[in-house]
């Protein structure tokens, strides 16, 4: 008899081992259904939703299926074509910026100077200004005429430029203005990831017989790979979807010298052109995805091999 309830009692407990784990794997995904509803509802919904109103021609009362004509039109308008182009301009000049800016005052705020608890804080005070106040106080900071920009200018004996006037300086100015704004940011980052650097391997570039600008460039620019990736996704993603600086400061002129695809998306449905301002959107999204996804996988590779 005993031959015979051991092995029975022995098939038993796997199953309820089995029954056990399975409660116990299936138990956590309960907690994920609340994420993926919201982003089910506030994402996909929305993003197909805007894939299937881009071939449209719509209002808030008629929808008229077009095809590909928004996508036509928009990169056949020299206005929005332009926007696309301005996109791009923006964010490299801004991220290359923030990432040398950043980089330069993380080194400089991690030494040993005077007043570096201060000066940190003013370097990383403008990210928390409102980006609208930003805008409103630069443009009458660069007034051409009335401006203190070229007041101060003017001082010394030199002729200030239209900042905000003239198609050629437009772009570049409030690019300036996002990189004042934004450099404190990079910054911070820098400074968290010169703070987790060892000392043992400039201590030990040292007594190889490296100096300051040799320890810098092979010891803690490669350690600070990671910063640097962190910055320039965040900076990039910052640039590619930029419109309330723009609009704030320039409105996307003189004329379209300054417009972003975002500004011009922003355009499009003041004037009541609703699918090809959602056209423009997805041209938004998919000029996002097909520049920070790939330089993500980029970036962390790097990132691996060193």
């Known amino acids: ?6 092995p029975r009692a022995a098939t038993r407990r796997p199953q309820r081992a089995r029954t056990s784990t399975h409660h116990q794997a299936a138990y956590p995904l309960w907690f994920l259904l609340p994420a993926i509803v919201i982003f089910t509802v506030l994402f996909l919904v929305p993003t197909i939703s805007s894939f299937y109103f881009s071939l449209t021609r719509w209002s808030l009362f008629d929808i008229e299926f077009i095809g590909f004509q928004n996508f036509v039109t928009f990169f056949t308008e ?3 074509s332009r926007s696309l182009t301005n996109t791009l301009v923006y964010a490299v000049l801004t ?3 923030k990432v040398v800016l950043g980089m330069g005052l993380g080194v400089l705020l991690t030494s040993q100077i005077i007043g570096r608890g201060y000066l940190r804080n003013v370097v990383f005070f403008p990210v928390l ?6 805008g409103i106080t630069f443009s009458v900071l660069m007034n051409p005429t009335e401006g203190l920009i070229n007041q101060a200018l ?3 004996g030199i002729s200030g430029p239209a900042w905000l006037t003239d198609p050629t300086l437009a772009l570049v100015s409030v690019a300036l203005v996002d990189i004042w704004k934004g450099v404190g940011l990079a910054t911070l980052i820098y400074i968290a990831g010169i703070v987790s650097i060892p000392q043992e ?3 030990a570039a040292r007594v190889d017989g490296a100096g300051g600008v040799k320890a810098f460039w092979y010891v803690t620019v490669p350690l600070l790979w990671p910063a640097t990736s962190t910055v320039v996704i965040l900076s990039l993603i910052g640039g590619l979807r930029t419109f309330d600086l723009i609009w704030t400061m320039t409105h996307g002129g003189p004329g379209f010298s300054s417009d972003v695809l975002a500004s011009v998306i922003y355009k499009q449905y003041q004037a009541g052109f609703f699918g090809l301002s959602t056209a ?3 041209v938004l999204f998919i000029v996002v995805a097909a520049i ?6 980029w970036l962390n590779r790097k990132g691996d091999e060193q």
């Open 129 to 134: 200004v409102s980006v609208v106040g930003v």
């Open 78 to 80: 020299p206005s929005l």
């Open 95 to 97: 991220s290359g910026a």
């Open 154 to 156: 003017a001082l010394v």
């Open 292 to 297: 920070i996804f790939p330089l993500s996988w």
């Open 280 to 282: 423009g959107n997805v």
């Open 1 to 6: 008899m005993t031959t015979i309830t051991r």
């Open 201 to 203: 391997y400039v201590e």
